[in-house]
Every structure is written in C-alpha cells, then in structure tokens.
C-alpha cells in the first residue's frame, strides 16, 4: 500500500531482521539468490538457534537465539 510515495509495512525489512540475527545487511543492489540465502540463515537461526549455511559462519549467532 502506497502512502504519499512511501510504502507502508506492518512487518520488518529483512535488514533489520538481518540486524536481528547478527547478520550484515543484503549488499545492494538487490541479488536474488543471495537474498534466499540470507532469509534462509535468518529463518534457521530464530526457528533452530544455530547456523544453516558455511558461508554466514564467520557471523556469531547472538546469545538471545541459542538454546
């Protein structure tokens, strides 16, 4: 829904979902795939508490999210 130019949203951005999760922020401009993998180790990461994909070791998982 379009507000005076600006899109409304009742959710959060997948950045700040990202922020969330002690991941970086999607690299702009927008790319696809890494985008799926980024929703992927963000989803692993709240739903599991533990990491999905070798390549987002390097970020650590927040204390809030392990079990």
Do not use: C, Q, W
Not at 7 to 29: N, T
Not at 44 to 66: A, D, H, Q, V
Request: hydrophobic fraction near 35%; charged fraction near 20%; proline fraction near 4%.
């Amino acid at each position: 829904m379009k507000n005076g130019g600006r899109v409304s949203s009742l959710g959060f951005s997948l950045d700040e979902i990202l922020k969330y999760v002690g991941l970086s922020s999607e690299p702009k401009p927008h790319n696809a795939l890494m985008g799926a993998k980024l929703s992927s180790e963000a989803f692993s990461r709240i739903i599991y508490g533990k990491n999905l994909l070798k390549e987002f070791e390097e970020y650590s998982l927040p204390f809030y999210l392990t079990f």
